[in-house]
């Protein structure tokens, strides 16, 4: 079974503050990729970073950076020096070779972040 | 990446009508995607939307309620039939747009039924 859980359903942070959103996802397949999304209060979803199964090396993009664990099963998102804008709920969402092409969604997580 | 639209980009309907969402791609992909998502929820996918083939549905969803059409590369609709209050939702389409299965979304249109 293909299965991505989220198991922070809402976060509260101040402003500046460091957070890490959690994900962690199983299947069986050996071919893998792993997505988060972040959905603002204007709904629109929008891409923020795709790994490869058979790719484990961590990512920074600015102020966001990304954790791949294959031992754990975890792909978590941390944004440092939290902004207000940064205000969404952030989906992980789970693909593989095999499934057509389709998303496995979790839940997604909520982050208010206070000024 | 791409560039999605949607339309409309929300509307009111009554009960027992029914409304084809538009969705537009601004390059040529082989495979769309309807999902809905209900108020504080995650998305659910109704179908996969391949041009030159008949939409494949999931579990729960069918072809009467959800008519899908995919005439070309770039354009894709979703028609929500005989609506009713349970319709009410978020509306998305998306397409893949690599092997590596990334998906890129529509603004999403926002339906309620009365």
């Known amino acids: 079974a293909q299965k991505v859980t989220q198991a922070q359903t809402e976060i509260s942070v101040v402003e500046k503050e460091d957070v890490t959103l959690d994900c962690v996802y199983e299947?069986?397949?050996?071919?893998?990729?792993l997505f988060w999304y972040k959905q603002p209060p204007s709904g629109e979803l929008v891409f923020l970073i795709r790994?490869?199964?058979?790719d484990e090396q961590n990512e920074i993009s600015g102020r966001y950076s990304w954790n791949f664990q294959k031992s754990t099963s975890s792909f978590n998102f941390t944004i440092t020096a939290s902004q207000v804008v940064d205000s969404a709920v952030y989906f992980c969402?789970?693909?593989?070779?095999?499934?057509?092409?389709?998303?496995?969604w979790g839940l997604g997580t909520s982050l208010a972040v206070n000024p | 990446s791409a560039v999605i639209s949607q339309k409309p980009s929300r509307d009111i309907c009554q009960r027992g009508t029914s409304l084809t969402i538009q969705c537009q791609v601004d390059?040529?992909?082989?495979?769309m995607f309807w999902y809905r998502q209900q108020p504080g929820q995650s998305l659910t996918l109704i179908a996969t939307?391949?041009?030159?083939?008949?939409?494949?549905?999931e579990s729960g969803f069918v072809i009467d309620k959800f008519p899908i059409s995919r005439p070309n590369l770039t354009f894709s609709t979703l028609t929500v039939s005989n609506m009713s209050p349970e319709d009410s939702s978020i509306y998305l389409c998306?397409?893949?747009?690599?092997?590596?299965?990334?998906?890129?979304f529509g603004p999403g249109t926002r339906l309620t039924v009365l």
């Open positions: 998306s397409a893949g747009l690599s092997s590596y299965n990334e998906q890129f």
């Open positions: 390059s040529q992909v082989t495979m």
């Open positions: 939307a391949n041009q030159g083939s008949e939409a494949t549905y």
């Open positions: 299947t069986r397949d050996t071919t893998y990729y």
């Open positions: 790994r490869n199964s058979f």
């Open positions: 969402a789970l693909s593989t070779a095999g499934n057509n092409r389709k998303l496995i």
